[in-house]
Structures are given as structure tokens and as C-alpha cells.
């Protein structure tokens, strides 16, 4: 019959590894750092949980019966896997399995994650990144543990989650390479009066954070109109906006040669630049569930060196 697992005490399965290694009540005694009268008792408990002897007394000490003999290669390789599995040794990504979930804008992905899927495939071949557009309900899914990071404007969040910052900036205006604009170093507010706009959707940022921009517009004589389109797809923002010699406000933090494939350039706002309150802080954002994780906190390593390379790179572009 078999014993309920509730039942036993892992001590007792510890006791019994040492006492059929030592054959000795004694020398038992003394490993575990117990009194012998304490052995001996456990002993007793574990002659009754597994109703056998276990061991007969000899003059060369203690003697394991059949069943003794027929626990020992099991109770062995069940402790050296929980004592593994515990107290796991130093992370090696080349044998790590798993998935890593992250979700973040395609506007501040496209920098320096395709780097870090391809470090991904060569240093850790067995884990999975998988990406998604920015989730609105971000902030729980860390918590519940359908998302593992996220990519973002820094939002100050509660103390249960860390922030990593990777990027800072202030926002530029994209338009379409062709556009009369583009062959201008820098832009000014009023050259965009009367030009059509897409915006980029980016979940959970408040209201305010739009006022800020129109007011700064504003001050300077210009009414930011509806938008042609909003959207959370990068890829239809760009096509929209070389369709329709629209532009669209979006972070000068990214290497312009990567719009340049899309047609679109990016260039500097004079009255951005004079400005703190329109500055993006993008962070990495994890919750504490993950942070004693050997694997995410790896990968955290990956994502930050990934983005610093691409810092250091757009430097010297």
C-alpha cells in the first residue's frame, strides 16, 4: 500500500540517506547535527512509515534489510533532484528552456530587439521570445504572469515593480521622405499648421500627457487637428503617412535609417528641444514575481546590453 506523500517528512528521507550511508546511529547523529537519543527516535519513525526494520544491529554496526536496499537508489535521486532543483547551480542559457513574454510599441522595439532575438538564437537556443504590441492591461498581466516584461514610457509604477531605464528622448516629427519638409535640418511648430497627422496609440498614457503636447503646439499658434488615423500599428502609421504627406510625432531616440526603408525621415522639433515636459522616459518594466528568476533575469541582462549597444551605436551614427 502506498504512503500518502502529506505524510512524509522530508527530514526522515534525509535520515534515512545518511544512516545507509554511515551504517552507524552514531556517526549519523553527529552529520545531522543531532543527539543520538534523537536518531534513535527517528529511526523509530522511520521503521513505522515504511513498516519495516530497515536495519538490524551487527557487530560491524547497522545492517539494511531488503527493503532498506530497495529505498536507497530512489530516496538517493529524489534528494539530489529537489537539492538541484533548490539549490540550482550558476545559469547556463546554452541548456535554459522557456518562454520569455514581452510586449512593448513597435516604435520603441524595432531599435534594438531584432538584436536581441538573434543573441537569443546563439547564446540560448532553447528560449522563446515572444513579442506583442502594447497591451492595455500590461500592468496586471506582469502580476499574473502572462507577461514577463514590458517596454515602455515610464508610468511610476507601485514598488512591486522595478523599472529599468534604456531610452530618453524627446519626441521628433516623421514625414514622408519626398515631402518638402525633409530638406530641413530642423522643424519648427508652425511649419506643421495645417498638415494632416497620424498618431501612434500608446495605452495608458493619460490625457494629460496629450495636453501637454497641444498646449506646447498651441503656444505657438498651432492647433493640432484630429488625426487622420490612430493606431497601434507602426507599419500602417508609415503608410499613411507617405500616402497623405501627413506626419507624426514619434520618438527621435530610433536610428532614422531604420524608417528610411518605409520611405519616412525623422526630424528634430526646435521648440521639443527647448522643452522638459514633452521628454520620454522608456524603461523596462518587471514585476517582482520574476525577479529571483535565474532565466528572466538573464534575459533582463540581454535586453538592457541590447539597448545600451544601440545607444553607444546611435551615438556614432
Not at 534513535?40 to 512509515?49: A, G, M, N, Y
Not at 545559469?91 to 537569443?120: N, Q, S, W, Y
Not at 502572462?146 to 531605464?165: C, K, R, W
Not at 508652425?190 to 497620424?198: K, Y
Amino acid at each position: 500500500m502506498a504512503i500518502p506523500l502529506a505524510k512524509i517528512d522530508l527530514n526522515l528521507l534525509v535520515a534515512l540517506r545518511t544512516l545507509m550511508e554511515e551504517r552507524s546511529v552514531t556517526k549519523a547523529a553527529e552529520r545531522l547535527f543531532i543527539t543520538q537519543p534523537a536518531m534513535s527516535k527517528t529511526l523509530q519513525r522511520l521503521r513505522e512509515l515504511f513498516q519495516d526494520e530497515l536495519f538490524t544491529r551487527s557487530s560491524r554496526g547497522l545492517v539494511p534489510t531488503p527493503r532498506a536496499l530497495e529505498l536507497e537508489h530512489g530516496v538517493q535521486q529524489a534528494l539530489e533532484y529537489i537539492e538541484s532543483t533548490i539549490f540550482s547551480s550558476e545559469f547556463d542559457p546554452k541548456t535554459a528552456k522557456g518562454e520569455i513574454h514581452l510586449c512593448a510599441p513597435e516604435m520603441f522595439i524595432i531599435t534594438a530587439i531584432p538584436e536581441l532575438v538573434t543573441r537569443l538564437a546563439e547564446e540560448a537556443p532553447g528560449v522563446l521570445l515572444q513579442s506583442r504590441n502594447q497591451l492595455d492591461g500590461y500592468v496586471d498581466m506582469l502580476a499574473h504572469g502572462s507577461l514577463d516584461f514590458t517596454i515602455y514610457v515610464n508610468q511610476h509604477l507601485g514598488e512591486d515593480y522595478t523599472t529599468y531605464p534604456i531610452l530618453s528622448g524627446v519626441p521628433s516629427v516623421w514625414l514622408p521622405a519626398d515631402h518638402p519638409l525633409a530638406s530641413k535640418e530642423q522643424l519648427q511648430i508652425s511649419d506643421l499648421c495645417g498638415m494632416p497627422s497620424v498618431r501612434v496609440f500608446l495605452p495608458g498614457l493619460s490625457e494629460a500627457d496629450l495636453n501637454t503636447l497641444a498646449t506646447l503646439f498651441a503656444e505657438h499658434g498651432v492647433t493640432l487637428q484630429q488625426p487622420l488615423v490612430q493606431t497601434t500599428q507602426l507599419l500602417i502609421a508609415m503608410e499613411v503617412i507617405t500616402r497623405n504627406n501627413a506626419f507624426m510625432l514619434g520618438p527621435d531616440i530610433l536610428d532614422t535609417s531604420q524608417l528610411a526603408s518605409n520611405n519616412v525621415v525623422s526630424r528634430p522639433l526646435l521648440e521639443m528641444r527647448a522643452s522638459e515636459e514633452v521628454q520620454l522616459d522608456i524603461v523596462l518594466i518587471q514585476h517582482q514575481r520574476t525577479s529571483n528568476s535565474p532565466l528572466h533575469s538573464w534575459v533582463r541582462g540581454l535586453i538592457l546590453d541590447s539597448y545600451a549597444r544601440y545607444r553607444d551605436d546611435l551615438s556614432l551614427s
